[in-house]
C-alpha cells in the first residue's frame, strides 16, 4: 500500500469538500456519514465497543464501529450541548452542517447501542474522505470518539438488529474481520494519532488503494 504523507501544516475544513473534478467518472458530491467510538474503562484498562454485523446485514460477520449516513433531520435538534467552536470551525464553516455530522454520530450511536451522549461529550478524532469506495461512490466521513467512560449497564441490550455488540480490547481488534479500509488504514491512524486529530484521503480507484494523510497529530498529554 503506497502511503504519501504530507506536513498538514495548513488545516483545512474537510466539510466543505470535495472540489469537482472534470476528469471524474464518479458522482463530486460524496455521501456524508459520521461514526463514534465508544469506550469504556475496566478495571483502568480501556475497551472499544464494536458492532458485529449479521449474516443478512450489509458487512455480513464484519466488525464495524456506530454509525451511519448524515440524514437531512440531523441540522434540525437544537442540542442542550453545544459542539466547542474548535470542533465546529474544523468539520466545516457552515455552524449548521458541523452540528449535522456530529448529530449523526450522536443518534447513529443511540439507534445502534441505546447509549445516550450529548454533542459536549464527544471530540472529533478524524476525517477520512474516500473516492470510489467499492467502485461506486465517495464517503466524507467525520470521526469521533466519547470523551467519558461508558458504564456496561448504559446498554440494555446487546443483541440488535444488525447484528451484536461486544466489548474488546484494543489489542483484540487487528485480530478480527474488518472493513478493508479499516483494517489497513483507519485503525493505524487512531492508534498512531491517539488523543489528537488526523485527516486522510483514500483513493479506492487502484489496486492496491491508495492514501495520504493531509494533516496528523498526536497528543502531548501523558497523564
Not at 500500500?1 to 458530491?29: A, C, H, I, W
Not at 480501556?46 to 464501529?65: C, H, P, T
Not at 449535522?100 to 445502534?112: D, G, I, L, N
Request: proline letters at 5%; one cysteine or more.
Amino acid at each position: 500500500m503506497k502511503n504519501k504523507e504530507q506536513s498538514g501544516e495548513q488545516s483545512q475544513r474537510f466539510g466543505d469538500l470535495p472540489r469537482k473534478n472534470p476528469e471524474t467518472k464518479y458522482p463530486v458530491k460524496p455521501k456524508d456519514s459520521a461514526s463514534l467510538i465508544v469506550l469504556k474503562n475496566n478495571t483502568g484498562k480501556l475497551q472499544v465497543l464494536m458492532g458485529r454485523r449479521g449474516r443478512k446485514a450489509v458487512f455480513s460477520n464484519v466488525y464495524v464501529f456506530a454509525g451511519g449516513k448524515v440524514e437531512a433531520t440531523d441540522s434540525l435538534p437544537n442540542p442542550a450541548s453545544e459542539l466547542k467552536n474548535t470542533l465546529s470551525e474544523r468539520i466545516s464553516t457552515s455552524p449548521e452542517k458541523s452540528t449535522s455530522f456530529a448529530m449523526a454520530a450522536v443518534r447513529e450511536t443511540f439507534e445502534e447501542t441505546g447509549i445516550v451522549v450529548a454533542p459536549g461529550e464527544i471530540r472529533l478524532m478524524g476525517m477520512v474522505s474516500e473516492t470510489a469506495y467499492e467502485g461506486e461512490c465517495h464517503w466524507l466521513l467525520f470521526l469521533f470518539e466519547v470523551t467519558r467512560a461508558i458504564a456496561h449497564d448504559e446498554i440494555a441490550n446487546y443483541e440488535m438488529n444488525e447484528g451484536t455488540l461486544e466489548w474488546l480490547k484494543r489489542t483484540e481488534i487487528d485480530q478480527l474481520t474488518l472493513p478493508t479500509t479499516d483494517r489497513d488504514i483507519i485503525w493505524p491512524l487512531i492508534n498512531q494519532y491517539e488523543g489528537g486529530y488526523f485527516a486522510c484521503h483514500i483513493d479506492c480507484r487502484t489496486e492496491p488503494m491508495t492514501w495520504n494523510v493531509l494533516e496528523g497529530w498526536a497528543s502531548t498529554n501523558t497523564s
